[in-house]
């Protein structure tokens, strides 16, 4: 194993190995931490420790409680079951946290109004040290009034609001965009497609708007015909897909706003019997578990949540913790994962499949 380029002058995460191992987080937590007693297997675990090994990830670690009083951090989601993966912001709050021994709870609300305004409740008369309020979708947000009054440092995460009232840490969804779609550019390709996220959101506004600034550097004409919008599940992906490929001029390439997308889009050509990355090269975002086990192995864009975790819990516990009048916000690199999923236009083996289609 090497190591990857893009890691080596910042601190190696537990996403990092689980990443390069071609794992989940999760697996890695269990094969790192001393006291699990759960079974994994052989190969899995030495790949795993490989992994660790070759980044210079520390395995014997172990919290060393700080001098003073224990602090409570509380991680508040909208709602969770619309995209689970987003709870790995709460690892990043625990790895800063580690090394003193303070405490992370997670709470989700379920996006039920009434739910939200009991949790903060409950979590404020306990007097927590910080909250971090954080949703699943990058987007604006209106504080609960409850936050506004609170002692506690808090911090939004993959959120901000209007009056900049607190701090703010969001991906740097325009920048990670257009850098997807500059990799498509950069491999011979002109006629490239994208699959959005819904309109009113703010992420496929801002996908979009780095998709079209890439196109614009590259002096290539922004066609609207090559966008369509899906609604970030596989069965849109599929469907604009299709719909793509049955144009007169079909894309060489297409740039899908997630992950969930890019297995619809992957379907979709498969089906039409047509090979990634030789016929069609495709880019997602996310860089979900799922992305390294597609074949081929899909290219995309990591969404930095351990990263945006980490950043929320050392600004939520930063010393001398006072409230300013306004923050800007703070965005973090969405770092690209190549892998197998994209190819130079024209392939030496492209067939005349597409123009039959």
Same mark, same amino acid.
């Given at each position: ?21 071609? &794992? /989940? ?26 992994? $660790? ?26 709602? !969770? ?16 946290? =580690? ?24 979590? @404020?008369?306990? /007097? ?11 987007? @604006?947000?209106? #504080? ?11 911090? !939004?995460?993959? &959120? ?16 990670? *965009? ?21 309109? =009113?959101?703010?992420? /496929? ?8 600034? *890439?196109? $614009? ?8 015909? !090559? #966008?369509?919008?899906?609604? =970030? ?20 390439? +297409? ?7 890019? +297995? ?9 019997? !047509? ?25 995309? @864009? ?8 980490? =950043?929320?819990?050392?600004? $939520?516990?930063?010393?001398?913790? /006072? ?10 690199? &969405? ?21 039959? @289609?």
């Amino acid at each position: 194993m090497h190591k990857p380029t893009g890691i080596k002058d910042r601190r190696v995460t537990m996403s990092d190995v689980a990443n390069l191992a071609q &794992c /989940s987080q999760s697996t890695v937590s269990v094969v790192l931490s001393p006291d699990s007693k759960i079974k994994i297997s052989k190969d899995t675990r030495e790949r795993i420790l490989k992994a $660790a090994a070759t980044l210079g990830y520390s395995i014997e670690r172990a919290p060393t409680p700080r001098v003073g009083p224990l602090r409570r951090i509380a991680v508040v989601f909208d709602d !969770l079951t619309v995209c689970p993966e987003a709870v790995i912001a709460v690892d990043g709050v625990r790895e800063f946290t =580690w090394e003193t021994g303070d405490i992370v709870s997670a709470y989700n609300c379920h996006a039920d109004p009434q739910m939200e305004e009991r949790t903060l409740a409950a979590i @404020l008369r306990d /007097s927590p040290s910080a909250i971090v309020y954080t949703t699943v979708r990058t987007r @604006l947000v209106e #504080v609960p009034e409850q936050l506004y009054k609170t002692e506690a440092s808090v911090v !939004l995460l993959n &959120c901000y609001s209007k009056d900049r009232a607190f701090p703010s840490v969001v991906p740097g969804d325009v920048a990670g *965009a257009n850098r997807a779609t500059d990799v498509l550019i950069a491999a011979g390709h002109r006629r490239i497609a994208h699959i959005t996220g819904e309109a =009113w959101m703010d992420v /496929s506004k801002d996908r979009n708007r780095g998709y079209r600034e *890439a196109l $614009a550097t590259a002096d290539i004409p922004f066609d609207p015909e !090559l #966008v369509r919008e899906g609604n =970030w599940q596989l069965g849109s992906g599929y469907d604009a897909t299709l719909s793509l490929m049955r144009m007169a001029r079909p894309p060489t390439a +297409i740039f899908c706003s997630n992950d969930r997308m890019a +297995i619809g889009c992957y379907e979709a050509l498969k089906e039409m019997r !047509l090979n990634i990355p030789d016929d069609v090269s495709v880019v997602g975002f996310d860089d979900d578990e799922i992305a390294s086990q597609l074949n081929p192995k899909l290219t995309t @864009l990591k969404f930095p949540r351990h990263q945006m975790g980490i =950043w929320a819990a050392e600004r $939520a516990l930063a010393p001398g913790h /006072s409230r300013e009048d306004t923050y800007r916000i703070v965005k973090i690199e &969405c770092e690209l994962v190549e892998r197998q999923s994209v190819a130079r236009f024209p392939s030496a083996n492209r067939t005349a499949r597409v123009t039959a @289609l």
